[in-house]
């Protein structure tokens, strides 16, 4: 285990449900992230947070909106999704250096999210 | 713009012999290079990253990369494979910027190892 855990671990929803999918990190990180990972394509970053403050949003559409209360955890939450949003959904997190770029992420299980 | 290129989708090996799943890199500073794998309905894992230093590093279960800055690569390498290594490896760049948390990823590699 790598520290990190997300849950739930599956989730169907329909385009006009609203959920969430949360994470936490119990290693102490002050750096946490969502990534978007669809199959045969790269892992998308979507959102990153620097002591609960959002530093880097990738053009994400406004249907996914994160949240970070504190340091140990993130959530999205999901609202009016589209069938192509039906991905793998991973968090991570790490400790922020000095040096910034040198720092390792620690990833979650992932959730497996369907729209129907 | 920073990219990085794993130019196999699958690579099969059989159990015991060498195994090297490639990755090349492009960037305009210096980059710090990371392994990462996934095994089925898991999340990554980290392998092994490359810094600063030797260009040899070595990472966990018995896996290596090699830094080549003249070709830029940073192919993943085991000397010897077993069945178990069989997942989707991720090789991943990022540059030191003001946005130095990003990472890149590459589109993975399929390992299979076979009895």
Redesign the interface.
Do not use: C, M
């Given at each position: 285990e790598?520290g990190?855990t997300?849950t739930p671990r599956h989730l169907v929803m329909g385009m006009t449900n609203k959920k969430s999918l949360k994470c936490e990190q119990h290693l102490g990180h002050n750096?946490m992230?969502w990534y978007k990972q669809s199959a045969?394509?790269?892992?998308e970053?979507m959102f990153?947070y620097?002591f609960k403050e959002q530093?880097?949003n990738n053009s994400v559409p406004s249907r996914f909106s994160p949240e970070c209360p504190n340091s140990s955890h993130l959530f999205l939450h999901l609202h009016t999704l589209q069938p192509e949003d039906s991905a793998l959904y991973?968090c991570?997190s790490?400790q922020?250096t000095r040096?910034?770029?040198?720092?390792?992420?620690?990833?979650?299980?992932?959730t497996?999210l369907t729209v129907l | 713009a920073q990219s990085?290129a794993q130019p196999e989708d699958q690579v099969n090996v059989a159990e015991g012999n060498p195994l090297t799943v490639k990755c090349t890199y492009s960037v305009s500073g210096n980059p710090?290079l990371?392994w990462?794998v996934q095994y089925p309905?898991?999340?990554?894992?980290?392998l092994l990253?490359y810094?600063t230093g030797d260009n040899l590093v070595k990472g966990s279960y018995g896996f290596e990369a090699e830094f080549n800055k003249s070709q830029t690569s940073f192919h993943l390498k085991k000397p010897s494979a077993l069945v178990s290594d069989s997942a989707l490896y991720?090789c991943a760049v990022?540059?030191?910027?003001g946005?130095?948390?990003?990472?890149?990823?590459?589109?993975?590699t399929q390992l299979k190892v076979e009895l």
């Open positions: 790598t990190v997300q750096a992230y045969k394509k790269p892992l970053l990153v620097n530093t880097e991973l991570a790490s922020p040096q910034g770029a040198t720092d390792t992420q620690y990833f979650g299980p992932g497996r | 990085v710090y990371f990462y309905n898991r999340g990554l894992q980290f990253k810094i991720f990022r540059v030191l910027t946005g130095g948390n990003k990472l890149t990823f590459g589109t993975g």
